[in-house]
């Protein structure tokens, strides 16, 4: 494997991991708050589609980035709704928002476009372009440093970006600011926040609301940036995988970067080689593509360490009288 070939997975790693990393910090905030948000793969999904097809309809990218991330913040009000107003179950509340937008997503895009359940191909101004940054042409001469500027990490839409600045925002907010510190006391103590006088319910529904907008970034950026228009169930369970490399950062917004880009690498590597060569050894084309899947069931069965929640996670909050 040359130094360009490497290059080039790179770039596609990045890609690959930033609706990945967007849905993983949105489940940080929500879990951080002791709310479990199995629905982050519907709020995607339900972003996916509408981005798209206002974008396809208007002609307008921003105008369809509003519209899928309007519509993923209608899912996040409902779990919050049944979630934390009704002391619903919050693993059933998301499975329940998974199949609701697995269903009318098609259901729509079959009703306003009759294409088989997908959207016209995007194109022109209803897709993100992609962005140069400064200098990348001038500093691509350099060997080594600068073909990873100008082709790994130059090159990429706006939301890619915006992914990856999220991280540190996401640390900042939550470890560096009096909110964050009361987002993390309510997931972990909920009693001895509301005894402080601070509101335990509002500061879980706005955990699920930044939730729901940071899946609709991500969404958007399936079918916007990603793709070029929405496909059925394109999400294809990126939503499970974002949980999985939530358990695997251990709730934290620098080691979910990390883990998102390797599921990111594996999924670049499954896209690029159809069979992989160790030496005497053939790994055959499925179970290249299944790597991402493999490494999501390991994580999830504990195979990374201890990863302990938060400790008020999944538990409704009931106030005392």
């Not at 990393?21 to 629905?39: T, Y």
């Not at 691509?140 to 706006?158: E, F, K, N, R, V």
């Not at 620098?254 to 599921?263: D, P, Q, S, T, V």
Request: proline share 4%; aromatic share 12%; net charge positive.
């Amino acid at each position: 494997m040359d130094f360009l070939t490497i290059v080039q997975i790179l770039d596609s790693s990045i890609r690959l991991a930033t609706p990945l990393l967007l849905a993983c910090l949105a489940g940080l905030f929500s879990e951080r708050a002791g709310v479990f948000d199995i629905g982050l793969e519907g709020k995607m999904l339900v972003a996916a589609f509408f981005s798209a097809a206002i974008a396809a309809t208007t002609g307008s990218v921003w105008l369809g980035l509003l519209a899928g991330v309007a519509a993923s913040l209608v899912f996040a009000a409902i779990h919050g709704l049944a979630s934390i107003t009704f002391r619903g179950d919050q693993l059933i509340s998301g499975v329940a928002l998974n199949f609701l937008a697995a269903g009318t997503t098609v259901l729509i895009a079959q009703d306003w476009f009759a294409q088989g359940a997908r959207t016209p191909a995007l194109t022109g101004a209803a897709r993100f372009a992609p962005i140069d940054l400064p200098f990348a042409d001038a500093l691509s001469g350099i060997p080594l440093l600068g073909p990873l500027y100008a082709q790994a990490l130059s090159g990429h839409t706006i939301l890619v970006y915006v992914g990856l600045l999220a991280v540190p925002a996401t640390w900042y907010v939550l470890f560096r600011t009096r909110f964050g510190l009361r987002l993390r006391a309510v997931g972990e103590n909920p009693g001895a926040v509301d005894t402080a006088g601070v509101s335990v319910i509002r500061l879980r529904y706005a955990a699920v609301l930044i939730c729901g907008l940071l899946c609709g970034l991500a969404g958007a950026y399936l079918a916007t940036g990603l793709a070029a228009g929405f496909t059925q169930d394109m999400t294809a369970g990126r939503g499970f995988i974002a949980l999985a490399a939530l358990i695997f950062a251990k709730w934290r917004p620098w080691y979910a970067l990390w883990a998102c880009l390797l599921f990111g690498f594996l999924q670049a590597v499954s896209n690029r080689y159809s069979t992989i060569d160790l030496w005497i050894v053939e790994i055959p084309n499925a179970f290249v593509i299944a790597l991402p899947y493999i490494l999501t069931v390991v994580i999830l069965a504990g195979f990374v360490g201890r990863a302990t929640p938060p400790r008020a996670g999944g538990v409704p909050y009931v106030k005392e009288r």
